[in-house]
C-alpha cells in the first residue's frame, strides 16, 4: 500500500511538470514558426526592394545602320545600397557610367557620360501579399551629377559645339513616384511620374545653353506571366519566363534648342524585353530611341535608333525601366 501511495504521489508531482515542459516547447515551436514566416517576408520585401534599382545594359548600334554607327553601348550602373524591409525604406549609391564605342578608326570610347548618384526610396507597405499579387510602389529622390570628363572649350572656333573634348557638367534633383499593381490576370503593370530639376547655380553656364533644366517623365510597364505558375512557354526552341513592355515619354521644359522646339520636346522611348529560362540574371530586349541624344555634348543632336541589348535583372524583377538618360 505505501508503494501504491508514493507511485501515485510521484505521478501527481511529475504530471504537471511534463504539462509545464509541454506548453513551453510549443511556445518555442511557435517563436520560431514566427520568426521563419518573418525572415521570409523580410526577404520578400528585400528582393522587391532590389528589383526597383537601376539596370546594367548593353545595346547593338542602330539597326538600320543610321548613325552614330556605334560597336556598343553600355550602362554600368552597379548599385551600393541599405535595405530596411521594417521601415520600408532603401538608400542606394550608384557610379553609373553611359559610354558608347564609335565605330570608327581605333574604335574609341568618346567622353562617357559619368553619372554618379544618390537615391532614396520609401516603399509603400511591400508586404507578401502585395508582393504575391502585385508590384512595387514606392517614391524616390536622386540626387545625381551628370558630366562627361573633359575640360576642354565647349564650343569649336567655328561655333558648333565639340564633341571631342568640350567640357559639360550639371547636376540634378529627379523627384518619383511609382504605382504598381495588377492590369489583367497575369499581366501586372507599373507607372512611373517623376521631375527632374537643375536648379541655377548647379550646372556650368556655358556647356548648358540649350539644355533643358526642367524635365518632367512618365514611363509605364506591363510585364505578362506567361502561365499561373510562372514556368516557361517556348517559342521555336527559345524558352521565357515573361515578356516585358516598357514606354517612357519626357517633356524638356525651360531653354532648349530650336530644332527641339515643338514636337522635338517630347523624347520617346519603347522597349520589348523577354526573360530567358536558362538564368534568372539577364533579359533581352529590343528597344526604339526618338528624340533628343541623351549622351552629355550630343544634346544638340537628334537621335533616332533601333537596337538589340541585355540588360541585369534582378530574380524578382518586376519594375519599370527609368527613360533613357536620366
Known amino acids: 500500500m505505501k508503494a501504491l501511495t508514493a507511485l501515485i504521489s510521484a505521478l501527481l508531482i511529475a504530471n504537471p511538470i511534463a504539462a509545464a515542459n509541454g506548453k513551453a516547447r510549443a511556445q518555442e515551436i511557435a517563436s520560431s514558426d514566427s520568426l521563419k514566416a518573418t525572415q521570409s517576408q523580410e526577404a520578400a520585401e528585400t528582393a522587391l526592394m532590389l528589383s526597383q534599382f537601376e539596370r546594367t545594359y548593353v545595346t547593338t548600334t542602330d539597326v538600320r545602320g543610321k548613325r552614330p554607327r556605334l560597336v556598343f553601348e553600355g550602362s554600368v550602373a552597379p548599385p551600393f545600397f541599405v535595405v530596411s524591409p521594417s521601415k520600408n525604406l532603401a538608400i542606394v549609391a550608384t557610379p553609373k557610367v553611359v559610354l558608347r564605342m564609335f565605330l570608327e578608326r581605333s574604335v574609341p570610347v568618346k567622353t562617357p557620360s559619368y553619372m554618379p548618384r544618390v537615391t532614396v526610396y520609401k516603399f509603400f507597405h511591400p508586404e507578401q501579399s502585395v508582393i504575391e499579387k502585385s508590384v512595387a510602389s514606392y517614391g524616390a529622390v536622386t540626387l545625381s551629377h551628370h558630366s562627361n570628363g573633359q575640360a576642354g572649350p565647349f564650343r569649336n572656333p567655328d561655333g558648333t559645339i565639340n564633341h571631342e573634348s568640350g567640357n559639360f557638367s550639371t547636376n540634378f534633383l529627379d523627384i518619383a513616384y511609382v504605382r504598381g499593381g495588377p492590369i489583367f490576370p497575369r499581366v501586372e503593370g507599373q507607372g512611373r511620374l517623376s521631375v527632374e530639376v537643375h536648379p541655377p547655380g548647379w550646372y556650368d553656364t556655358a556647356s548648358n545653353i540649350g539644355y533643358s533644366h526642367l524635365r518632367l517623365h512618365f514611363s509605364a510597364t506591363s510585364i505578362e506571366t506567361l502561365n499561373g505558375n510562372r514556368s516557361a512557354r517556348c517559342f521555336v526552341g527559345a524558352c521565357f519566363r515573361d515578356f516585358t513592355f516598357n514606354y517612357a515619354i519626357t517633356y524638356l521644359g525651360g531653354d532648349v534648342l530650336p530644332k527641339f522646339q515643338g514636337r522635338g520636346r517630347f523624347p520617346l522611348w519603347i522597349e520589348l524585353s523577354a ?9 533581352f ?37 527609368q527613360p533613357r538618360g536620366t
Open 285 to 321: 530586349f529590343l528597344n526604339g530611341y526618338w528624340g533628343q541624344d541623351y549622351y552629355n555634348t550630343y544634346f544638340d543632336q537628334s537621335l533616332s535608333t533601333i537596337r538589340f541589348g541585355i540588360q541585369g535583372r534582378r530574380r524578382s524583377d518586376r519594375s519599370s525601366v
Open 275 to 283: 526573360a530567358p529560362t536558362f538564368t534568372p540574371d539577364l533579359s
